[in-house]
């Protein structure tokens, strides 16, 4: 079993950064893949990024491409998602999920075998 924490939201106005955390615990996953995804109110979860147990394996949404990057530290158990030059459109919570097939880059939330509770990310204009 592996518990996942998100932290690292808050307020930004546009333009600004945040660097999110997704911290594991109970068991080691650095052979998982690991996906951030977001929601804001109304609409359907969204595929943000993703990071293979191979850190050079990374994929991004159109939307956040050249933004955000994601990366791990598999010492400390945790992958983060930096964000940069955010727009109010990011506004969202924002969750991380885990997926013990390490090798795949899924996109769906579909698969996910760990997920977190989310931290809220308001970009104001």
């Known amino acids: 079993q592996v518990q996942l924490v998100e932290s690292g939201g808050g307020l930004v106005q546009a333009g600004g950064s945040l660097r999110l955390s997704c911290a594991a615990s109970g068991r080691t996953f650095s052979g998982y893949a690991v996906g951030w995804f977001r929601q804001a109110p109304g609409t359907e979860r969204e595929f943000v990024a993703t990071?293979?147990?191979?850190?050079?394996?990374?994929y991004y949404a159109d939307s956040v491409e050249g933004r955000f990057t994601i990366s791990r530290d598999n010492a400390k158990n945790t992958v983060y998602l930096q964000m940069n030059s955010l727009k109010p459109e990011d506004t969202a919570v924002y969750y991380c999920a885990a997926d013990r097939r390490g090798w795949v880059i899924r996109t769906s939330v579909v698969g996910y075998d760990y997920w977190g509770q989310g931290t809220q990310v308001t970009v104001s204009p």
């Open positions: 990071i293979g147990w191979n850190t050079d394996n990374t």
